[in-house]
Nanobody, 117 residues
Framework: QAQLVESGGGLVHPGEAKTLSCAAS????????IQWHRQAPGKERELVAG?????????LYADSVKGRFTISRDNAKNMAFLQMSSLKPDDTAVYYC?????????WGQGTQVTVSA
């Protein structure tokens, strides 16, 4: 059974850093592009960052996180990561990992990140 499991969320203070992980199982992870999305309370889910299946293509970032967030993947370990730095209260959201290959799409259950003093 295909599964994506995010981890690494929690409470951080403004200006701090945190890394989220996404562990994949049950499908051909290395053939899928990976995206991180987030959804803040009362807001629509938004794309944060994306990376191609081999990790060598262009990286995609939302303007709001450029220069602060870095997406990466380790196909040997079936893992993807989102390194977040200089976190702001506006970054507070549930963060989701998404795997995409054509019409085949998998979502994780999400991990909460709260940025608060």
């Amino acid at each position: 059974q295909a599964q994506l499991v995010e981890s690494g969320g929690g409470l951080v203070h403004p200006g701090e850093a945190k890394t989220l992980s996404c562990a994949a199982s049950g499908f051909g992870f290395k053939s899928y592009a990976i995206q991180w999305h987030r959804q803040a309370p009362g807001k629509e889910r938004e794309l944060v960052a994306g990376i191609s299946s081999n990790g060598n293509g262009n990286l995609l970032y939302a303007d709001s996180v450029k220069g602060r967030f870095t997406i990466s993947r380790d196909n040997a370990k079936n893992m993807a990561f989102l390194q977040m730095s200089s976190l702001k209260p506006d970054d507070t959201a549930v963060y989701y990992c998404k795997a995409i290959m054509g019409r085949s799409v998998y979502w994780g259950q999400g991990t909460q990140v709260t940025v608060s003093a």
